[in-house]
């Protein structure tokens, strides 16, 4: 059973950093797509991030420049960092992943989810 669990949200200021991580167990990390969304109340789940079990990434128009994904497979751990935070940018973050060789850019195309943390952003 794949598991993920992420960890690193919590109350920060606008324009200060965080870093997420997400641990994968149970499945084979290193060949899996993954991705970070984020849901505010109300809103749909939205992608901020993916990245190929290869390294290539991907980022939303809306997040671009702000955010970067990594991977350290030896690990099993996906990272997502956050710059120049905004409060528009509070949400809970999910982790994802995808049993799948390509960039995947919806909701719908990833097969395993963490619980989510949540990024509240204070001005």
């Known amino acids: 059973q794949v598991q993920l669990v992420e960890s690193g949200g919590g109350l920060v200021q606008v324009g200060d950093s965080l870093r997420l991580a997400c641990v994968v167990s149970?499945?084979?990390?290193?060949?899996?797509?993954m991705g970070w969304f984020r849901q505010a109340p109300g809103e749909e789940r939205d992608l901020v991030a993916a990245?190929?079990?290869?390294?290539?990434?991907f980022y939303p128009y809306s997040v671009e420049g702000r955010v970067a994904i990594s991977r350290e497979n030896a690990q099993n751990t996906v990272f997502l960092q956050l710059n120049s935070l905004k409060p528009e940018d509070t949400a809970v973050y999910y982790c994802?992943?995808?049993?799948?060789?390509?960039?995947?850019?919806?909701?719908?195309?990833?097969?395993?989810w963490g619980q989510g943390t949540q990024v509240t952003v204070s001005s």
């Open positions: 990245i190929t079990w290869k390294g290539r990434t």
């Open positions: 149970g499945g084979t990390f290193n060949t899996y797509a």
């Open positions: 994802a992943a995808g049993d799948n060789k390509a960039i995947l850019v919806s909701a719908y195309e990833y097969e395993y």
